[in-house]
C-alpha cells in the first residue's frame, strides 16, 4: 500500500518525471481559454442582444441566424471548420494576391471560436435580462433627458445583471468544459495533458481522477467568485422568501 501511495505521489509530482507540472500547466491554459472565451462572449452577446431590442429589422434576423445557426452546430464542427478549412481559404486569398501563408496559433482559434459560440448563447441571457427591467424605468431615464450610452451605463446594466449572473454562471462552466475540444487542434490544455500523461504512462484511472479534481477545484472556485459577484450586485435588494 505504501508502495502504491508513493508511486501515486510520484506519478502527480509537479517535478520530472512526474506529470503533475503537466495537468497544472494544462489546467492554466483551460483557464486562460475560458477566460479569453467568455469576455469575447460577453462583449458578443451584449452588442447582440441591444441589437436585437434595437428596433432594426435587417439587424435583428441577422443575429437571429447568428443565434441559431452557432447554438444548433456542435462547438467540435465549427473549431475543426475554423481552424482548417477557414485557415485553408485565407491562405488560398493570400496566394492570390502573392501574401506568404500564414498560420493561426491554437489558443487564438480556440478562444475566438468558444468566444463566437458564448456570443450566440449570452445574447439570448442578456435579452431576457434587459426585457425582465421595468420599462418604467427605461422610460423615466428617457424623460431626464439620458442618452443611450449614459441610459445603458447608468440603468440597464445595474439592472440587468442580477438578472443575467446566474445564466452567465453557468455558461462560464460550460465554456471551462466545451474547452477540452480545443484538442483537436494540437494546443495543449487539461483534457490534452491528461491523455498524455495516462498514454505515456498506462495510468490512466490516476491522472484522468486528477483532472477532475482540477475541474471540480475550478468549478467550486468559480461559485465563489460567481456568488460575491451576485451578492455584490443585488445589495439593497430584498432577499427572496
Request: no cysteine; proline share 5%; glycine share 10%.
Amino acid at each position: 500500500m505504501a508502495a502504491a501511495r508513493q508511486g501515486i505521489f510520484e506519478l502527480l509530482s509537479p517535478y520530472p518525471p512526474g506529470w503533475g507540472g503537466t495537468l497544472l500547466a494544462g489546467a492554466v491554459s483551460t483557464i486562460a481559454i475560458s477566460a479569453g472565451a467568455f469576455l469575447i462572449g460577453l462583449l458578443l452577446g451584449t452588442g447582440g442582444a441591444l441589437g436585437k431590442l434595437s428596433g432594426n429589422r435587417p439587424l435583428r434576423l441577422l443575429l437571429d441566424l447568428y443565434t441559431t445557426a452557432v447554438r444548433a452546430i456542435p462547438e467540435l464542427i465549427l473549431i475543426v471548420g475554423l481552424y482548417y478549412a477557414g485557415m485553408d481559404g485565407l491562405n488560398r486569398l493570400l496566394a492570390t494576391v502573392r501574401l506568404p501563408h500564414i498560420e493561426v496559433n491554437g489558443f487564438v482559434v480556440a478562444v475566438a471560436v468558444l468566444g463566437f459560440v458564448q456570443g450566440a448563447y449570452m445574447t439570448e441571457v442578456l435579452r431576457g435580462a434587459i426585457l425582465a427591467i421595468p420599462a418604467g424605468d427605461i422610460e423615466a431615464a428617457k424623460a431626464f433627458g439620458m442618452g443611450p450610452q449614459l441610459r445603458f451605463r447608468r440603468i440597464i446594466l445595474p439592472a440587468l445583471l442580477p438578472n443575467a449572473l446566474p445564466g452567465l454562471a453557468n455558461l462560464w462552466m460550460s465554456v471551462t468544459k466545451d474547452s477540452a475540444l480545443v484538442a483537436v487542434v494540437g494546443y495543449q490544455e487539461l483534457a490534452l495533458a491528461t491523455r498524455l500523461a495516462g498514454a505515456s504512462t498506462k495510468h490512466y484511472f490516476i491522472f484522468f481522477l486528477a483532472a477532475a479534481f482540477l475541474y471540480l477545484a475550478l468549478t467550486l472556485v468559480s461559485n465563489v467568485v460567481f456568488s460575491l459577484i451576485e451578492r455584490h450586485v443585488r445589495r439593497g435588494q430584498p432577499k427572496p422568501a
